[in-house]
């Protein structure tokens, strides 16, 4: 146990003797999917769709590669139609998941965006959201 101890002291808080590897270094981006109604009120997800956020951003980060990885190219240089195409894709996942009852009546139809974060220069720049797909139901 000692000489783990001084190891550890040692290594201090590096891959993968950390608690946080990922966590290691933070990106001067961020960006979250949302879900809304046609007038653009949220729907929240966990209670219509069974699933988050966080879980329908890595759906559609893996759809939108699988669009640009043939290519040899980033998703972060994706078009706006790659994203379109990928964003109807999750938002087609999506409507399969409503649990009846769930949606507010009179919803007619529902839009997926990405809403993004950015600190530049020490300045917090919150863009406006980009529509990447919507469908009725």
């Given at each position: 146990?000692?000489?783990?101890?001084?190891?550890?002291?040692?290594?201090?808080?590096?891959?993968?003797?950390?608690?946080?590897?990922?966590?290691?270094?933070f990106d001067?981006?961020?960006?979250?999917?949302?879900?809304?109604?046609?007038?653009?009120?949220?729907?929240?997800?966990?209670?219509?769709?069974?699933?988050?956020?966080?879980?329908?951003?890595?759906?559609?980060?893996?759809?939108?590669?699988?669009?640009?990885?043939?290519?040899?190219?980033?998703?972060?240089?994706?078009?706006?139609?790659?994203?379109?195409?990928?964003?109807?894709?999750?938002?087609?996942?999506?409507?399969?998941?409503?649990?009846?009852g769930t949606?507010?009546?009179?919803?007619?139809?529902?839009?997926?965006?990405?809403?993004?974060?950015?600190?530049?220069d020490g300045?917090?720049?919150?863009?406006?959201?980009?529509?990447?797909?919507?469908?009725?139901?």
């Open positions: 146990m000692t000489l783990l101890t001084v190891f550890l002291f040692f290594v201090k808080e590096e891959f993968p003797f950390s608690n946080f590897p990922m966590y290691s270094n001067n981006e961020a960006d979250v999917l949302f879900v809304t109604d046609q007038t653009d009120a949220p729907v929240p997800m966990d209670r219509v769709f069974r699933t988050g956020s966080a879980a329908t951003k890595k759906t559609y980060k893996g759809e939108l590669a699988r669009l640009v990885n043939p290519e040899g190219r980033d998703t972060k240089d994706a078009t706006a139609a790659e994203r379109s195409a990928a964003g109807q894709v999750v938002l087609q996942s999506l409507k399969k998941r409503i649990k009846a949606l507010p009546e009179g919803t007619t139809a529902l839009r997926l965006f990405l809403r993004t974060f950015r600190l530049e300045v917090f720049h919150d863009d406006q959201p980009e529509q990447l797909a919507e469908v009725q139901l």
